[in-house]
């Protein structure tokens, strides 16, 4: 059974700081793995999709990995801002389009 | 081009009432999947549609249902609610056979049981 884990929960850095947000999971034949963002009370929007085929993707100051063999990816946020305070999900998805999420590490940037 | 629709945003039952949700996939899109989203948790698999077909079902159980319509819209249906059943609802679209399979989700109908 595909299991799917976020760490850290929350983390709370000072704007302008790089950091890494973290997903392991269980199984890896994944279709492929997907990075979500939450504002509170709101739906998801996708940020970066990486298929199985591939070892990154990047979207702006957004940097995600793919390590199948050992089950990880991280999301790398350069520069923070204000603006990403925001809880981030990490999602894999199965050739059904099934998606199994994590947790989510919620982040709070201050200025 | 409309993204993934969701009404209503908001709605509060009754324990033991029935509710209905609905949702309008992104355009161009023909599988809708349904999410249930307990507070401070991820979302878990409701179930998915596709051809007007419940095409997989995660472990929910038989109270909850759902249909596609023709256009590829969808209903969720709930009934005999418990207050457990409280949590966002969110809907997510895509396209079956598309090569990266990328789901887009709707806003969410936040449900409260009382």
């Known amino acids: 059974k595909q299991e799917v884990t976020q760490i850290p929960a929350a983390l709370s850095v000072p704007e302008g700081e790089n950091l890494v947000l973290n997903c392991s999971f269980t199984?890896?034949?994944?279709?492929?793995l997907q990075w979500f963002r939450q504002d509170p009370g709101k739906g998801l929007t996708s940020l970066l999709l990486i298929q199985s085929s591939q070892r990154e993707q990047t979207s702006g100051r957004l940097n995600a990995s793919l390590d199948k063999s050992s089950g990880r990816s991280t999301l790398y946020i350069a520069a923070s801002q204000p603006g990403d305070s925001a809880t981030y999900l990490c999602a894999v998805s199965s050739n059904t389009g099934k998606l199994i999420f994590g947790q989510g590490t919620t982040l709070q940037v201050k200025p | 081009d409309a993204g993934v629709t969701q009404s209503p945003t908001h709605l509060i039952k009754t324990r033991g009432q029935q509710v209905t949700l609905r949702c309008s996939p992104k355009s161009g899109h023909d599988t809708v999947s349904w999410y249930q989203q307990a507070l401070g948790q991820g979302p878990q698999f409701i179930f998915q549609?596709?051809?007007?077909?419940?095409?997989q079902r995660g472990n929910f159980p038989d109270r909850f249902s759902g249909h596609q319509f023709p256009n590829y819209s969808s209903e969720l249906n709930v009934n005999a609610l418990l207050l457990g059943d409280s949590a966002l609802y969110l809907c997510a679209s895509s396209l079956l056979g598309a090569q990266d399979y990328e789901q887009y989700f709707g806003p969410g109908t936040r449900l409260t049981v009382t």
């Open positions: 549609y596709y051809e007007e077909e419940e095409r």
């Open positions: 199984d890896s034949a994944i279709y492929n």
